[in-house]
């Protein structure tokens, strides 16, 4: 059974910085491409950052742009996304997911930025 679990999410201040985790089992999971997504309350799940299986190619939503970065450890079937510069508008739940081979979502990881 493929189980996605996300964590490092937490409290921090605008301009802050977190480094979230997502860590992947029961699949292959060099092969796949991974996204991050994160939903804001009452607003739809929207994706924030791709990369390929093998790490060369990436995507990211322009509202992040320059300061998230994902990256991933094919050794430890974990991808990550480093979120610098933090604003009060990226607080969302963050969940991670294979593109586009999607499983059952992860609880996700709460970020909140606020003072």
């Known amino acids: 059974q493929v189980q996605l679990v996300e964590s490092g999410g937490g409290l921090v201040q605008p301009g802050g910085s977190l480094r979230l985790s997502c860590a992947a089992s029961?699949?292959?999971?060099?092969?796949?491409?991974m996204r991050w997504y994160r939903q804001a309350p009452g607003k739809q799940r929207e994706v924030v950052a791709q990369l390929t299986g093998s790490g060369t190619t990436n995507y990211y939503a322009e509202s992040v742009k320059g300061r998230f970065t994902i990256s991933r450890d094919n050794a430890k079937n974990t991808v990550y996304l480093q979120m610098n510069s933090l604003k009060p508008e990226d607080t969302a739940v963050y969940y991670c997911?294979?593109?586009?081979?999607?499983?059952?979502w992860g609880q996700g990881t709460q970020v909140t930025v606020s003072s």
């Open positions: 997911n294979f593109f586009p081979n999607y499983v059952p």
């Open positions: 029961g699949r292959d999971f060099s092969i796949y491409a």
